[in-house]
């Protein structure tokens, strides 16, 4: 005698079949993946509330004619006048740390 499709399903599905087998297993759990905020501008956000301010207070720094370029430029400005007189002050002469060593060969 053949079995047939409708035979296997019927014999599979009957109650003494299905009371021996064990319960069918759940899938395991899925989890979303990480995304670097470094990389995600709405990750960051998400950590850090303020950083799309920031992002665009950064780019207008970088833009000629904003508020925030000439702030960047002043200071910029202000910090090689600085480096500068403290060079003309110190590092001239003598005195200076690579003269010093050389004069001990």
């Given amino acids: 005698h053949k079995k047939t499709e409708s035979d296997i399903a019927r014999i599979i599905n009957s109650d003494e079949v299905q009371s021996v087998l064990r319960p069918k297993k759940e899938a395991p759990k899925k989890y979303a993946r990480k995304i670097n905020p470094l990389k995600s ?4 956000a998400l950590l850090n509330p303020h950083a799309r301010q920031r992002k665009a207070a950064a780019k207008r720094a970088l833009q000629d004619g904003t508020q925030e370029h000439k702030d960047v430029q002043a200071k910029k400005k202000k910090r090689q006048e600085t480096a500068k007189a403290y060079n003309k002050k110190f590092k001239k ?5 690579y003269k010093t060593m050389m004069k001990a060969f």
Wanted: no cysteine; hydrophobic share 45%; aromatic share 12%.
């Fill in 41 to 44: 501008m709405k990750a960051m």
């Fill in 93 to 97: 002469g003598d005195e200076t740390f």
